[in-house]
């Protein structure tokens, strides 16, 4: 096992980046239905979900990075016009971040050409969202944290971050696509669009 560790280490790490990429291709897949475009082949989509995580986690890093730094400036200062300049300043840059993150997303995924004044309505709305989160998480973890119910609820919370998250991302994406590229909304759900479309075909049979 000793010998063998930097290969096993190295099959672990590419396993680890395909079935993690495999969120940027469900995202590839909402973007069709709410861009109303062709899926990519399996090929290209692999591709771009993977690219996608390799950037995705840099930006998520720092994205986090600077909003913890806030917090302990913070606690070396005592003047309260640095502190709320501070606390400021890691908002804005913490904002930045986020928006450069939605929109790398909204700019990269969809399998068409986009343009920024496409996008950045969403991506900006997306980042002041994600900001509200990003400030409230940290609460959870200071005062919720301190015992064993505390850890399952982190476990929980964790869970619904990037459950919401997601929500989050397919809210910028509807705002660009109503607003910038003019699809409106299906009139009903897309499984019963298809139904419907379909139900001729059945009659067909049916009477045959």
């Known amino acids: ?30 973007m069709t239905i709410i861009y109303r475009l062709p899926q990519r082949t399996f090929v290209r989509q692999t591709l771009m979900s993977i690219l996608t995580l390799i950037v995705f986690v840099f930006l998520f890093l ?10 302990i400036v913070l606690n070396l200062i ?28 909204y700019l990269i995924i969809p399998n068409k050409p986009m ?15 994600l900001e509200i989160f990003i400030i409230l998480f940290p609460l959870y973890v200071r005062y919720f944290m301190g015992n064993y119910a505390g850890q399952i609820g982190f476990a929980i919370i964790l869970i619904l971050f990037f459950y919401y998250f997601a929500i989050i991302l397919i809210i910028g994406a509807q705002i660009n696509c109503f607003f910038f590229e003019h699809y409106q909304p299906f009139d009903e759900a897309i499984g019963t669009i298809i139904h419907k479309q379909n139900q001729p075909k059945s009659n067909e049979r049916t009477h045959s």
């Open 1 to 30: 096992m000793s010998h063998d560790a930097g290969g096993i280490f190295a099959i672990g790490i590419l396993f680890s980046m395909i079935t993690s990429s495999r969120l940027f291709v469900s995202i590839d897949k909402s």
């Open 115 to 129: 343009r920024f004044k496409q996008t950045w309505c969403g991506a900006l709305i997306a980042s002041f969202i």
């Open 78 to 105: 005592d003047d309260n016009g640095k502190r709320f300049a501070v606390f400021l300043c890691g908002i804005l840059v913490s904002l930045l971040v986020g928006f450069i993150l939605f929109e790398f997303i």
């Open 62 to 71: 720092i994205l986090f990075s600077i909003s913890s730094i806030p917090t």
